[in-house]
């Protein structure tokens, strides 16, 4: 880039402040050229106040020599992150800059995937000896620490093959006396996440054990680094956009929403809706197979849309409860017919109460508009029946459904709440005009 | 409780293995007794390896004896936590029975509401004053290790008057040379949150620049305690949650799925149900006021399901994206013309590929079945321009929603897709029978 001819920023110098002001305006060609006209300590600072995903995508598209000099600064899980979201070309030449040691890091994070305990983990953690006394163990972290450890949060004692004995708290070890061994103090019963656990998992234990911290080890028990809270804190923010997403009927955007384009967006959302309309398409048969009694009774077709959202509304409560129960591991697979129980029982008393002011409802307009003939009794009875039928059945469906795909490996989101009401749609029918066909019998039809 | 008299454990001792073992199982009583045969350090140990949560629910319901021990073992914001829990009249005594320094700790967490900056803080941080030297600073960190500090994530650095003037790391402290002050190497532009910010917004911060911790300060930068990343953790998991039962259609429950009593969670469910079910029942006046149209024209009566359900879910999807991106921070209101013409064009996207769907299903089943009469192609005609109508309508309807219920200073996750559904089922009667009048008018109405 050629700076003298053609420039943003006319001064020879930006400082700090100006560049922070004006950095989220500016274009990404802008933002190299005013990174360039900051000096050395400022533009360190200045990039690592930004966001982890903005200091990423700045050191991606900045000039090579910019890359190179930024890549060598980053802990080994963030210039992890970048090679990963380079082109496959460039990630060799990215990871030789590195020196040796992070690069060792560095390869050994790539193996993993992003969403596992080893793709979300820091390689660099404190690590002392059972054998080394108080005194030495200090001087020993003094030295990690000078060397390359940004932060400490538990001293992990590990044996000569890194396998992970023990752990040590900040205030254990400077509370203990300076002569005693580490193996006294050290405590040997430890969490620990195996490096190929999913982060939902991961976040789970967080959770239950409030930690700020947990080694990952692999499956000899030696220790391949830790997962700190802060790491967890973004896959807990992802895994429940995804859910919700997908509770909502789509498939996860697994991007911001203003930033994702316009047609990868419809695609995502074309699928799952053009799904729910083929299925919904078969309320059109169900309505069409009972042509004849709608125009014999054109009064039971007013109720038709009341009866079916009933069921899918119940069937979308349930479905929502029990899929984030699912996911925060409050409930498990084995608690099936325990939920199914509640469930049923949890429709049936919201099935009456909808009935109950179903029946309010068309007594009260007989009563002022005489809307529903001579036959309002049977007509009300069969509307407040069915709803309590279609609330039941939708509960239920919106409660199994969930667990049905887990036992079958698919994840449970998938049972959005538009895909458990389209279910209980064409059911929902099914059940009014039986329901109204035994009742009104002789009577309407 | 007379332990002779009637016991579930004939043994004299139980092992903390075996205690961890059973604990799930037992009754309340049954974990008093059993903890009762521990001895003391592995009692201390049990406890503490016990989530948050239970450990809070066992310290609660122990003899009175029991309580108190265990109270004074606790750090101030577990024992703010156990003391808010707690029936008023207990409250002043449970206090009480703090040592001096965490009783004062323990007054000011009280103070804040659960889901604010300062309920969520801890009140023990590390602290050195400018002008220390390193060394000084290293020393006075140990003696606040030895006293009361469980970990060091930041040291933060005060002046007289506990005012925040500067941060230093775990690094930058052993890494400088011995004889410099503190106000030399000290970062002095910090990111801090106000002690009354809410949980929701916290939680984005760290999101966005992946700290383990951010000090809490009040309006005149007086520091009060620190927010780690596990704090935030479970406010994260628990906004997300309660965000995802508003948009499934209920009340947030505010429990675990399987541990609240039945009643309550009819109740949580049973209101918004009933409320929709009322909006609902307009549906029924809107057939009603067509009620001779679909007498004329059964064939009509058979699409409403179809047609009313795809602006439902469509409007779905729409309200759980915009609620998720604006939880997350990704959308404002700022942005609310952005998104309503997003939306709008996405809607009218989707509606065409639905109504090209619905189109080829009405054409091949007439061409099979005869099923829809000689003006078969109007009738098709009617449902592909309602079908794009309800979508547009649905998906910018779904979008303004949370927006509007921002603006208006409501939760916008209200905006429940059930909400939504309820909404546009009216408005897509209308629709569908408006656009059939224009078109079916003298052929079939």
Same mark, same amino acid.
Request: with cysteine; charged share 20%.
């Given at each position: 880039? @050629?700076?003298?001819?053609k420039?943003?920023?006319?001064?020879?110098?930006?400082? *700090?402040?100006?560049?922070?002001e004006?950095w989220?305006?500016?274009?990404?060609?802008e933002?190299?050229?005013?990174?360039?006209?900051?000096?050395?300590?400022?533009?360190?600072?200045?990039?690592? !106040?930004?966001?982890?995903? %903005?200091? =990423?995508?700045?050191?991606?598209?900045?000039s090579?020599a910019?890359?190179?000099?930024?890549?060598r600064?980053?802990?080994?899980?963030?210039a992890?992150?970048?090679?990963?979201?380079?082109?496959?070309?460039?990630?060799? $030449?990215?990871?030789?800059?590195?020196?040796?040691?992070?690069?060792?890091?560095?390869q050994?994070?790539?193996?993993? $995937?992003?969403?596992?305990?080893?793709?979300?983990?820091?390689?660099?953690?404190?690590?002392?000896?059972?054998?080394? !006394?108080?005194?030495?163990?200090?001087?020993y972290?003094?030295?990690?620490? %000078?060397?390359?450890?940004?932060?400490?949060?538990?001293?992990?004692?590990?044996?000569?093959?890194?396998?992970?004995?023990g752990?040590?708290?900040?205030?254990?070890?400077?509370?203990?006396?300076q002569?005693?061994?580490?193996?006294?103090?050290?405590?040997?019963?430890?969490?620990?996440?195996?490096? @190929?656990?999913?982060?939902?998992i991961?976040?789970? #234990?967080?959770?239950?054990?409030?930690?700020?911290?947990?080694?990952?080890v692999?499956?000899?028990?030696?220790i391949k680094g830790?997962?700190?809270?802060d790491?967890?804190?973004?896959?807990?923010?992802?895994?429940?956009?995804?859910?919700m997403?997908k509770?909502g009927?789509?498939?996860?955007?697994?991007?911001?929403y203003?930033?994702?384009?316009?047609?990868?967006?419809?695609?995502?959302?074309?699928g799952? #809706?053009?799904a729910?309309?083929?299925g919904?398409? *078969?309320?059109?048969? =169900?309505?069409a197979?009972?042509?004849?009694?709608?125009?014999?009774?054109v009064?039971?077709?007013?109720?038709?849309?009341?009866?079916?959202?009933?069921?899918?509304?119940?069937?979308?409560?349930?479905?929502?409860?029990?899929?984030?129960?699912?996911?925060?591991?409050e409930?498990r697979l084995?608690n099936?017919?325990?939920?199914?129980?509640?469930?049923?029982?949890?429709?049936?008393? #919201?099935?009456?109460?909808l009935?109950?002011i179903?029946?309010?409802?068309i007594?009260?307009?007989?009563?002022i508009?005489?809307?529903?003939g001579?036959?309002?009794?049977?007509?009300?009875?069969?509307?407040?029946?069915?709803?309590?039928?279609?609330?039941?059945?939708?509960?239920t469906?919106?409660?199994?459904?969930?667990?049905l795909?887990?036992?079958?490996?698919?994840?449970?989101?998938?049972?959005?709440?538009?895909f458990?009401?389209?279910?209980v749609d064409?059911?929902?029918?099914?059940?009014?005009? !039986?329901?109204s066909?035994?009742i009104?019998h @002789?009577?309407?039809?």
């Amino acid at each position: 880039m @050629n700076r003298s001819s053609k420039t943003a920023f006319p001064d020879e110098r930006l400082t *700090l402040f100006e560049v922070r002001e004006m950095w989220d305006v500016l274009s990404p060609d802008e933002q190299i050229e005013a990174f360039e006209l900051l000096d050395r300590p400022s533009a360190q600072e200045f990039l690592f !106040t930004l966001s982890r995903h %903005k200091r =990423a995508a700045f050191i991606l598209q900045a000039s090579e020599a910019e890359r190179l000099f930024w890549m060598r600064q980053l802990p080994p899980d963030e210039a992890a992150d970048i090679i990963q979201q380079s082109p496959k070309k460039q990630r060799s $030449k990215l990871l030789e800059l590195l020196d040796e040691r992070t690069r060792r890091e560095v390869q050994a994070l790539l193996t993993y $995937k992003a969403d596992v305990a080893g793709g979300l983990m820091n390689t660099r953690f404190a690590q002392v000896r059972p054998d080394q !006394t108080i005194d030495e163990a200090i001087h020993y972290l003094r030295l990690q620490a %000078k060397d390359y450890l940004e932060s400490i949060f538990y001293v992990f004692v590990l044996d000569q093959g890194q396998r992970l004995l023990g752990v040590v708290s900040f205030q254990e070890l400077f509370r203990a006396p300076q002569e005693r061994k580490i193996s006294e103090i050290m405590k040997t019963e430890v969490v620990t996440v195996p490096e @190929n656990q999913n982060q939902e998992i991961v976040a789970r #234990l967080f959770n239950r054990y409030k930690f700020i911290a947990l080694p990952v080890v692999d499956h000899e028990n030696k220790i391949k680094g830790i997962i700190t809270a802060d790491d967890i804190l973004g896959a807990v923010q992802e895994e429940a956009t995804e859910d919700m997403q997908k509770v909502g009927g789509m498939e996860a955007l697994d991007q911001p929403y203003l930033q994702i384009d316009f047609w990868t967006m419809l695609k995502k959302r074309a699928g799952w #809706l053009a799904a729910l309309f083929i299925g919904e398409m *078969l309320t059109a048969s =169900a309505m069409a197979h009972y042509e004849e009694e709608i125009a014999r009774a054109v009064v039971l077709a007013l109720f038709v849309p009341l009866i079916i959202s009933s069921g899918g509304n119940s069937g979308s409560q349930a479905a929502t409860l029990i899929i984030r129960a699912m996911a925060l591991g409050e409930v498990r697979l084995r608690n099936w017919w325990n939920i199914v129980r509640r469930e049923f029982l949890t429709g049936l008393g #919201l099935g009456c109460v909808l009935a109950t002011i179903g029946l309010a409802r068309i007594l009260l307009w007989q009563l002022i508009f005489h809307t529903y003939g001579a036959h309002y009794f049977l007509v009300a009875l069969s509307v407040c029946l069915s709803l309590i039928g279609v609330v039941v059945w939708g509960t239920t469906v919106g409660a199994m459904l969930p667990m049905l795909l887990r036992r079958l490996g698919c994840d449970p989101a998938s049972a959005s709440a538009p895909f458990v009401a389209t279910l209980v749609d064409v059911s929902g029918i099914v059940i009014y005009f !039986t329901v109204s066909a035994v009742i009104l019998h @002789n009577t309407l039809l």
